[in-house]
């Protein structure tokens, strides 16, 4: 395919905040057209970061999936809720026992803080914070414990309120769900969410970036545009994963731009 240049739209910012799943590509699909659209990027010297709540996965797993869907990728533009969180907590005034549900590339994002994971020991359930995210292997050991340490009064940080997510046999439930059972057991509500919409997720990928405008790209209006927004960011919606124009309309707040997919945003003609 013979280069094409970007759109003004895309000119006027320096910097670009991807959603994965949507609006890179749908189930093990490139968006058509996506892959090209993010080298133009790249070829007029903007500079890109990948955003995704969901925490089952190391950055490592999304570079890998990338370049094998066609799209250039290196680790650091990667920002994972797991990057979100080890952000997050590195700004802790000391190390905490700490107490995770979640998969291992999880716990190692909240080692790497500095906090002490206490899984599997006798402080489990005294742990000084507890964290959650979904993952495959949860059970109802993992619940008790966690509610267990909340009511002792651990800090309770949840990675995402994402209820479900999409799988090719019908949504599976999300970290949001995991959240919700603590949160009911403990008799209250987590204390900070670390991924999208929340600002966490945000600050870390901007911390990555250098000085200039940013524009947030993805296919959600309830978290990719309410996300940037919250953030002070402009957020463009993309209609090849959630929403509809129709949903985009009537969006409070609105998105600042609307398009078809990720080319027909960022690509002068397509």
Same mark, same amino acid.
């Given at each position: 395919?013979?280069?094409?240049?970007?759109?003004?739209?895309?000119?006027? !910012?320096?910097?670009?905040?991807?959603?994965?799943?949507?609006?890179?590509?749908?189930?093990?699909?490139?968006?058509?057209?996506?892959?090209?659209?993010?080298?133009?990027?790249?070829?007029?010297?903007?500079?890109?970061?990948?955003?995704?709540?969901?925490?089952?996965?190391?950055?490592?797993?999304?570079?890998?999936?990338?370049?094998?869907?066609?799209?250039?990728?290196?680790?650091?533009?990667?920002?994972?809720?797991?990057?979100?969180?080890?952000?997050?907590?590195?700004?802790?005034?000391?190390?905490?026992?700490? !107490?995770?549900?979640?998969?291992?590339?999880?716990?190692?994002?909240?080692?790497?803080?500095?906090?002490?994971?206490?899984?599997?020991?006798?402080?489990?359930?005294?742990?000084?914070?507890?964290?959650?995210?979904?993952?495959?292997?949860?059970?109802?050991?993992?619940?008790?414990?966690?509610?267990?340490?909340?009511?002792?009064?651990?800090?309770?940080?949840?990675?995402?309120?994402?209820?479900?997510?999409?799988?090719?046999?019908?949504?599976?439930?999300?970290?949001?769900?995991?959240?919700?059972?603590?949160?009911?057991?403990?008799?209250?509500?987590?204390?900070?969410?670390?991924?999208?919409?929340?600002?966490?997720?945000?600050?870390?990928?901007?911390?990555?970036?250098?000085?200039?405008?940013?524009?947030?790209?993805?296919?959600?209006?309830?978290?990719?545009?309410?996300?940037?927004?919250?953030?002070?960011?402009?957020?463009?919606?993309?209609?090849?994963?959630?929403?509809?124009?129709?949903?985009?309309?009537?969006?409070?707040?609105?998105?600042?731009?609307?398009?078809?997919?990720?080319?027909?945003? =960022? =690509?002068?003609?397509?």
């Amino acid at each position: 395919m013979a280069a094409v240049a970007l759109s003004p739209l895309a000119r006027a !910012y320096d910097h670009f905040l991807l959603d994965f799943d949507g609006c890179l590509w749908v189930g093990d699909e490139a968006v058509p057209g996506a892959p090209e659209a993010l080298a133009e990027l790249r070829a007029a010297g903007r500079s890109v970061a990948f955003l995704t709540n969901d925490p089952r996965h190391a950055p490592e797993d999304y570079v890998r999936k990338l370049w094998r869907l066609g799209f250039q990728a290196a680790l650091d533009e990667v920002v994972t809720v797991g990057a979100a969180v080890q952000f997050l907590l590195a700004g802790s005034e000391r190390p905490r026992t700490t !107490y995770v549900i979640g998969s291992e590339a999880m716990a190692d994002h909240v080692g790497a803080a500095g906090m002490r994971v206490v899984n599997n020991s006798d402080l489990a359930s005294r742990a000084e914070l507890v964290v959650v995210a979904g993952h495959d292997g949860f059970d109802y050991a993992e619940l008790r414990t966690a509610v267990q340490a909340v009511r002792r009064g651990a800090e309770l940080l949840g990675t995402t309120r994402d209820a479900t997510f999409p799988m090719p046999d019908g949504p599976w439930p999300g970290t949001g769900a995991v959240l919700a059972a603590v949160e009911a057991g403990a008799g209250r509500r987590a204390d900070v969410i670390a991924g999208k919409p929340e600002p966490p997720m945000y600050e870390t990928a901007l911390d990555r970036l250098g000085p200039g405008r940013v524009l947030a790209v993805g296919d959600r209006l309830d978290m990719d545009v309410a996300g940037a927004r919250r953030a002070g960011l402009d957020a463009a919606l993309v209609l090849t994963g959630a929403a509809t124009r129709a949903d985009a309309e009537a969006a409070e707040p609105p998105p600042t731009h609307v398009a078809e997919s990720l080319p027909h945003l =960022l =690509l002068d003609s397509w």
